[in-house]
C-alpha cells in the first residue's frame, strides 16, 4: 500500500512550505499548530488553517469554516486542484516512497527520488542571462522609430486599451506596428518590443534577439512599499496608469508570458501577484509567490482574475481608471457551498468511542474535533 505509507510518512508542513513557500508554516511548531491558509488564492487575515498530528503519527490539517476542508497530505493537494493520480505520484515523489501501483503483475517497483524546486536559484539563472541593450544596438533602432500620431492604428490600439500618451509607457511605430520600450528596474533600455499585426504564432517579439525576455518595470522603479507581478507588459503600463493616477504607493513589473521571469530587485517587499485564471496562469501564480517568499517578501497577496478574455487593459479601456484601482484592491470571495459531511478514519474512530462511554461513564461532546482533541 504505497499511497497509505507515503501519507502515514509524509512531513505535511515540509509539504506545505515546498509548493507555498517557507514563509506560509511560520508559526507552525514540532507539534503543529494553526497558521493562515497557505493555499494560492486563499488570503486572509486571521489564521484558520490547522495542521497536526493525529493519534498514529499521521499529519493532518483542517481549515475552519464550513465545508472547508479537512484530511491529510492527498487531500491537501487534491485541494489544490490535484487529481487523485497527481496527488498520488507527487505523495510518492516528495516522501521517496517506492510505487507499487504494477504489484502483482510482475512488474518491477520503482522509487522516484524527489528534488525539490529552487525557484530563486532558477531566477537568479534568468537574470544572469538578461541584458541591457547596447548604446549601438539602441540607436541603429531609434533611428528607424517614427513617432506615433493619432490617426495611426497602433496609436488608436493604445486609445482602445487605455494607454494612449500614458505615462511611463514609450511607445512608436515601426512599419505601422506598435513597438514599445522595455527598461528595467535601474531604468535602463533592456529591449525593444514589437506588437505584429501580421504575426501567424506569436504577436508580441522582442526586436534585438539574444537579450532574453526582460519584464517591463515603472518609472523610478524601487521606491514603493509594495511591488506588482503581473502577466503582460501592457498590463503592467495600465496598472501603473492607474497607480499614477491615484497616488497608490506601488512598483509594477510586467512579465513577458506566465513562463518567464521578473527582475529580482524589489522583490523583499509586500508583493501582489495577477495572472490570468487559467492552467498557465495558475503555474505562474504559484511560482511567483514561492519566488517572492524565497526573495524576503514578507507577504504575498494573490489579486482575484478577473472573468475569462479579460485583462487590465480592457478593463482601462472600456471602465476606467477607478474600476481597475478597484481590482487592485480586490480580495478573493469565499464561495458558499451546501453543506456535506465528510468522515475520515480517525473520525469514525472518535465516533465509536462516544458511542461506546455511554456503556462506560459520561459521554463527552466531539463536535469541534479535531480543532478540540478528546481527553
Known amino acids: 500500500m504505497s499511497l497509505t505509507t507515503a501519507i502515514d510518512t509524509c512531513d505535511l508542513p515540509g509539504l506545505i512550505a515546498h509548493l507555498c513557500g517557507h514563509e506560509a508554516v511560520r508559526g507552525l511548531g514540532t507539534k503543529g499548530g494553526t497558521i493562515c491558509d497557505p493555499r494560492p488564492g486563499m488570503h486572509e487575515a486571521n489564521p484558520s488553517f490547522s495542521v497536526w498530528r493525529n493519534g498514529a503519527g499521521t499529519w493532518m490539517w483542517k481549515k475552519r469554516g464550513r465545508n472547508s476542508g479537512q ?3 492527498f487531500t491537501f493537494l487534491t485541494s489544490l486542484g490535484q487529481s487523485g493520480a497527481q496527488a498520488r505520484q507527487a505523495l510518492l515523489e516528495f516522501t521517496g516512497t517506492a510505487s507499487t501501483w504494477d504489484e502483482g503483475s510482475g512488474g518491477a517497483k520503482h522509487t522516484v527520488t524527489f528534488t525539490p524546486r529552487d525557484t530563486l536559484a532558477e531566477a537568479r539563472q534568468k537574470a544572469a542571462e538578461v541584458r541591457p541593450m547596447t548604446q549601438r544596438q539602441f540607436g541603429e533602432l531609434r533611428d528607424r522609430l517614427e513617432p506615433l500620431k493619432a490617426e495611426d492604428a497602433a496609436a488608436q490600439e493604445l486609445a482602445r486599451r487605455g494607454l494612449w500618451l500614458a505615462d511611463g509607457l514609450q511607445a512608436f511605430k515601426y512599419e505601422g506596428d506598435l513597438v514599445f520600450l522595455v527598461r528595467g528596474p ?5 529591449n525593444i518590443k514589437r506588437r505584429r499585426t501580421d504575426a501567424v504564432k506569436s504577436k508580441y ?4 534577439p539574444g537579450l532574453s525576455t526582460p519584464a517591463w518595470c515603472n518609472p523610478r522603479y524601487g521606491q514603493a512599499k509594495r511591488v506588482l507581478l503581473v502577466e503582460g507588459e501592457l498590463n503592467a503600463a495600465a496598472a ?11 512598483d509594477v513589473q510586467g512579465l513577458a508570458g506566465t513562463d518567464t521571469w521578473p527582475f529580482l530587485e524589489g522583490l523583499d517587499r509586500e508583493v501582489l501577484i495577477y495572472a490570468d485564471a487559467d492552467r498557465s496562469g495558475d503555474g505562474m501564480r504559484a511560482r511567483m509567490q514561492d519566488l517572492a517568499f524565497a526573495s524576503g517578501a514578507p507577504r ?3 489579486l482575484p482574475a478577473l472573468p475569462a478574455g479579460q485583462d487590465f487593459c480592457d478593463v482601462l479601456g472600456e471602465q476606467g481608471v477607478a474600476a481597475l484601482e ?5 480580495q478573493h470571495e469565499r464561495p458558499v457551498e451546501e453543506e456535506t459531511l465528510t468522515l ?7 465516533q465509536q468511542a462516544a458511542r461506546m462511554s455511554v456503556l462506560l461513564g459520561q459521554p463527552e461532546d466531539h463536535r469541534a474535533w479535531p480543532l478540540v482533541r478528546p481527553r
Do not use: C, K, N
Not at 186 to 190: E, H, I, K
Not at 205 to 208: E, K, L
Not at 241 to 248: A, E, N
Open 71 to 73: 484530511g491529510t497530505a
Open 186 to 190: 535601474d531604468g535602463r533600455a533592456y
Open 205 to 208: 517579439q522582442v526586436m534585438v
Open 240 to 250: 501603473w496608469r492607474v497607480i499614477r493616477q491615484s497616488g497608490l504607493d506601488l
Open 300 to 302: 504575498v497577496q494573490q
Open 326 to 330: 478597484r481590482v487592485l484592491h480586490a
Open 344 to 350: 475520515w478514519p480517525a473520525q469514525f474512530e472518535v
